[in-house]
């Protein structure tokens, strides 16, 4: 099978102002996966060839906004992951054709494999082609994911990058950004910086500082004045983390978290 890319822009927010879409391609049958708008460029490549499946890593708006265009035109059979039909359709504007769940495989060449890696988004999942992983936002070459509260997952976050490093794929193709193939060395920087942060946010919460505000001023050691929601979001799914942990406490009514 064969993966190609296709850099698409997109207005949204989003790492590097652009979603990659795939074409997975077998012998007689193509998956579309993460269209997040219309190009030019992808238009030609979708008619070149055709596509007969659809299917996106993960709801968010920087990766699904062609879906239904691409689906009606081209009559491809659309996937979502199972239990997430209503979001799907909300987020897409189309209601899906089949389902899939960890361990399904989508029809295209020697078949494309789903792997569940949530973290970054409750539904977010991996396709697996052969030794080649579309990992959507679980991963990307320089800097880091957002992992950001109410949506975002930590635990699940980190369980995600070790089964992939366990995995040692040949190359990850993400949602943003170039293609690595030193798999391992990314996920292993990216588990890292995560435990880091943590670190941070836990000396923050120990220092006396209470509330989310305290603990990411506290925490960041850098400007975030651009990203202060996010770096906010990302301190509170930490916070969620370590209280799930027992290590803090954390009491979100108030607005409040101290050490245990």
Known sequence: MHVSRVSVPVSTRSPTGATNAYLVAGD??????????????LDERVEDGGIDHVAVTHTHADHVG?????????GAVVWCRRGREREFEKATGVEPDRTFVEGTTIPVGSGVKVLDTPGHARDHVTFVVG?????GDLAVAEGSVVVGAPEGD?????VALRRL??????????GHGP????????LARLIAHRNAR?????DAIRAGNETADAVTDAAYDKDISAVRDLARATVVAHIEKLAAERRVRWEPDEDRVVPV
């Open 28 to 41: 007689t049958e193509r998956l579309l996966v993460d269209p997040a708008a219309r190009t030019v460029e």
């Open 66 to 74: 062609a879906v239904a265009d691409y689906a009606r035109e081209t």
């Open 131 to 135: 030794d080649d992983y579309l990992t």
């Open 154 to 158: 930590v635990r699940a976050y980190l």
């Open 165 to 174: 490093h366990a995995r040692n794929p040949a190359t990850l193709y993400p």
């Open 179 to 186: 293609e690595m193939r030193d798999s391992r060395a990314t």
């Open 198 to 202: 943590e670190a941070k946010i836990l």
